[in-house]
């Protein structure tokens, strides 16, 4: 049985620093490190988007929004996939997921809360 797990979000004032993580675990992730993941987040009220990517031997892409102040790194023995945000900004906050990318719909978990206020 697959099973994502993402943690780390929380409250953060503008201009700070939050890192993500993600476990998986079962099913296809028993291949782990022949999988791209990546970090997606959805706003209220929007559509879930893709934030950054990284593949099996850890090339990664960044959507235009994010480049330069998050980092996605990924650990194949641990299966774990973490997201480095530093310099959020108020519209960086959203629920952010992991999923393999491209995602895939039966793999979603509950996501993990970032708010950035102040």
């Known amino acids: 049985q697959v099973q994502v797990v993402e943690s780390g979000g929380g409250l953060v004032q503008p201009g700070g620093s939050l890192r993500l993580s993600c476990a998986v675990s079962?099913?296809?992730?028993?291949?782990?490190?022949?999988?791209?993941m990546g970090w997606y987040r959805q706003a209220p009220g929007k559509e879930r988007e893709s934030v950054a990517n990284?593949?099996?031997?850890?090339?990664?892409n960044y959507s235009d929004s994010v480049k330069g102040r998050f980092t996605i790194s990924r650990d194949n023995a641990k299966k774990t996939v973490t997201l480095q945000m530093n310099s959020l900004k108020p519209e960086d906050t959203a629920v952010y997921y992991c999923?393999?990318?491209?995602?895939?719909?039966?793999?979603w978990g509950q996501g993990t809360q970032v708010t950035v206020s102040s």
């Open positions: 999923n393999t990318s491209p995602a895939v719909i039966g793999i």
């Open positions: 079962g099913g296809i992730f028993s291949l782990f490190s022949l999988y791209s």
């Open positions: 990284i593949t099996g031997d850890s090339i990664t």
